[in-house]
């Protein structure tokens, strides 16, 4: 889940100093802290995304477009080098770009028996096999062949040093048009500042009241969180569940699966309970996991007898946390990353990304809606906290101190006693095209990190689709995972909707 930081018009503390951090490494010949760590031993991950087409995919139209638009951006157009002058260390410098290289055409049937097994199976074999270090860290690879879905499929995969997630998902979108106008960059939700305009002496008396309370709470919330990452990082960690990865397992070859749900019914739950997309989403992942554990410790119960359909096998007290990415960086608009690949200006690029530990409650709940109602409480609470704010600037002075090794190794121990990764973004409010193509779906995932599970939700039109990348000896039954997150939806869609009858017949009630 990609939370993004406000950026305060007056100059907040936090966001001059991002700003500063930002600049120093925009101006550094060598690779930043954030990349160097991405290129560590124990800490090497890959971004994948996965774009549904409904028509077959041309190759010298995708060649075309991606030379006027990706091949301009410096990231996109590097490779790295050790530098003598840097002891050393390595650094990013242009080269020409080879368009074989980087777009592959696998030769296929395009009339197979099984499209999407064999989409299935090609995206995880690319997770044996890393990229080449002698060419830019980035590829795109073809395939027309129809799935349940679409009619090809285009699977994009890039280096997580390149960029964090939310910037690359914001760079694949300015590679995009509107199907509806092939002129127009894509339209993305934005967030509405909320003003008071009164400035009467009892408001301003409250006003501040309530920022000093809010100061406090702030520091409290950041301690208690430093240092339950602290203890995480020394002895702190998760239950051992069904879906927590044993040692080595960011070394396994990972599988993809994703399921498209409705975006409108999320809308309604939010809309509803007076929430965030991010506490909806969070409340029916914590739910669906609830669901689909408690199922696999029946299974492990009764191993003779088959799982239960009904009761609760779940041991009491379970700590099961969530690493959850959070985007420090003030957004990037989509418009300045067309005009960076168009003009080769120099809109800042990187990773800007703390980590957040997030408790997930694994329990069946009674009303469904607890779930969510439990989400927006844990997530006001991480939000007035500065947790992503120390663990980036922490990785940073680290990776400076000891080196990637070293901090690569931290970050490596602190995912190793969590259980999963989730993260969460918003895509376009309409219809896109990939240079002409029209997409149907899109689902980014990321791998090479100690967990065995990694799950994301995105958005794109009224359809949101949840993409799981996944250990297949940990979770051999992914799609009942997928239904189990499917029907939590349903549930709590069905209860807001119950709830709402129930306020309009009161109401009813209460005028005669």
Known sequence: ???????????????????????????????????????????????????????????????????????????????????????????????????????????????????????????????????DLSKPLWEVHILNVKTSDAEAVAVIRIHHSIGDGASLMSLLLACTRKTSDPDALPSVPTKRKHEDSSSSESSVFWWLLLAIWSAVTLIGNTLVDIVLFVATILVLKDTKTPIKGPPGVELTAKRFLHRTVSFDHIKQVKNAMNMTINDV???????????????????????????????????????????????LRPAVGIQELADMMAKKSKTKWGNRIGYVLVPFTIALQDDPLDYVRGAK????????????????????????????????????????????????????????????????????????????????FQSYVDKMTISLAFDPDLIPDPEKLLDDLEESLKLIRDAVVEKELNIAKEGRSSCV
């Open 1 to 131: 889940m990609y939370i993004k930081t406000r950026k305060d018009p007056d100059g907040d503390t936090s966001s001059l100093l991002l700003n500063f951090g930002a600049e120093m490494e925009d101006q550094q010949p060598s690779l930043s802290p954030a990349a160097r760590l991405f290129h560590s031993p124990k800490f090497s991950c890959y971004i994948v995304i996965r774009m549904g087409c409904s028509i077959r995919i041309h190759p010298e139209v995708i060649s075309a477009g991606l030379k006027e638009t990706l091949y301009k951006h410096p990231r996109f157009s590097s490779k790295m080098v050790k530098d003598r002058n840097l002891c050393g260390k390595k650094r990013w410098i242009q080269v020409p770009i080879n368009m074989e290289d980087h777009v592959i055409v696998p030769n296929m049937d395009s009339d197979m028996e099984d499209a999407d097994q064999f989409v299935r199976d090609y995206i995880s074999h690319l997770t044996k096999s890393p990229l």
């Open 281 to 327: 989403v969070l409340g029916v992942t914590q739910a669906g996991l609830s669901r689909y554990l408690n199922c696999r410790y029946a299974g492990e119960n009764e191993k003779d007898e088959g799982a239960k359909k009904k009761g609760h096998n779940l041991p009491k007290s379970i700590r099961l946390r969530a690493n959850v990415l959070v985007n």
């Open 377 to 456: 409480l844990l997530m006001d609470r991480k939000k007035h906290s500065l947790e992503a704010f120390c663990t980036y600037l922490s990785a940073n002075l680290l990776t400076k101190l000891i080196g990637a090794k070293g901090a690569g190794a931290v970050a490596h121990r602190v995912l190793c006693n969590s259980t999963l990764a989730f993260t969460n973004l918003i895509g376009p409010l309409e219809e896109i095209s990939y240079y002409g193509h029209p997409i149907t779906y899109i689902a980014p995932n990321v791998y090479g990190h100690p967990h065995a599970l990694h799950m994301h």
